[in-house]
């Protein structure tokens, strides 16, 4: 089948979880905002009456007839069908549940830089921004990443993935989010990562799959920006 | 099955969506926090490092030997199982989406008065709380109700509720969303709620459900707080 994938297209952006998964499983897609008129098309589907079950936002994925919204939802719906997730409902659920943290996660970093509103540009909430980064560093990744490291020793099946023997879309999206960290707080990071082995074990290994090694250093994947969820503002890593 | 319902015994929260799903449904559970030496018992769960696959964060679902955690994923596990979504995977999906996006919109009146960090009273964020308040109710409660009305309004089954011609979980927990901004924005909610007339109506018909309505006026059903992720604080709703 070929996949359609809806997402503002100069950002890597919370449609980047699926790309990474489409991406790794050498789907047949389209990024269609980024196609000739395909913007137009993605506004026409986000803001027509006649769509019957309408996105609230991008990313979205048209798979056949349904339209799916929100990242998680996606994701599992393509886990199974790209062989990203282990096939029985204990795991299915389970790789969800970390999907959805790893969603959590990824409004706080952006909460980071448009603590008061979304709508607002970061220079008009600077001050804000400047008291909450610190808490996001101190408190908030150490937290999120202490999971997700336990989360990967605990592994039964071992302790190289989140959630079987085998990479599933939570790893990709691991792996995004600290490449994401890694932009966004250089130094913070420098300074945090070595208490996550495992962590660092798995974005090694995610990095150096073949179909994704080959993505990452394609003109396919945007480069980090600072329009993005995550973005390196040198005065928020300290 | 009984299932055991782990969430914080003071507050409606997020356990509430969860809640109002067992409830309705006349589901036999044990809300364990709430039960006698059942907050050391949850915090074991959350912190024992023998648990293979830890939820991050209250609520969490134990039904046999799963133990599920994140809302939506619990409701969209307990959904078929309670009669609370239609059967097919369209529908199961869709309203999973509306879900997240109610979870979505939950996170955001969180952030409202607290907008620097979750770790921090409300007192030592307040000036940005004051900031964040306006926007909230300007822009994303309208834009958040706007949808649900469209998603009822254009529901092929009917305009009584989002998913089907039956209520769903996501009916449940857009009626507690509703409880909620009413109770933590009285005045901008009485100019703002004539626009949705669909939502109004479906949350008179979910108050009206025989074993809601008895849970709502029994002593299960914890009052709304300051502790809660609504909370009426006047100063911001102008």
Redesign the interface.
Do not use: M, S
């Given at each position: 089948m070929e996949y359609e994938l809806y997402y503002w297209p100069s950002i890597q952006g919370r449609g980047e979880f699926v790309r990474l998964a489409l991406e790794d499983a050498g789907a047949d897609y389209v990024d269609v905002a980024r196609r000739k008129d395909g913007m137009a098309r993605m506004m026409r589907l986000l803001e027509s009456?006649r769509?019957?079950?309408?996105?609230?936002a991008p990313p979205f994925l048209r798979a056949g007839k349904?339209v799916?919204?929100?990242t998680?939802?996606i994701l599992q719906?393509l886990g199974p069908r790209l062989g990203l997730v282990p096939k029985d409902e204990?795991s299915r659920?389970?790789a969800?549940?970390l999907q959805?943290?790893i969603a959590?996660f990824a409004?706080e970093g952006h909460?980071v830089h448009h603590?008061?509103?979304?709508?607002?540009y970061y220079e008009q909430?600077k001050p804000?921004a400047l008291?909450?980064a610190p808490?996001?560093i101190k408190?908030r990744i150490r937290k999120?990443l202490g999971?997700f490291e336990?989360?990967a020793a605990?592994?039964?099946s071992g302790n190289a993935y989140l959630v079987g023997r085998k990479h599933s879309y939570a790893d990709l999206s691991m792996f995004q989010m600290l490449e994401w960290l890694g932009y966004a707080f250089p130094r913070a990071m420098k300074r945090i990562s070595p208490a996550y082995p495992r962590l660092a074990g798995l974005r090694e290994r995610v990095a150096a799959r073949p179909r994704l090694a080959q993505y990452l250093a394609s003109k396919r994947r945007l480069p980090f920006n600072e329009d993005d969820l995550f973005r390196r503002y040198p005065e928020l890593d300290r």
């Open positions: 009456e769509v019957a079950r309408p996105p609230f349904l799916i919204a929100q998680p939802n719906f204990a659920l389970w969800h549940q959805l943290t959590d409004t909460n603590p008061i509103a979304v709508g607002l909430q804000a008291k909450a808490w996001f408190e999120y999971h336990a989360v605990r592994n039964p």
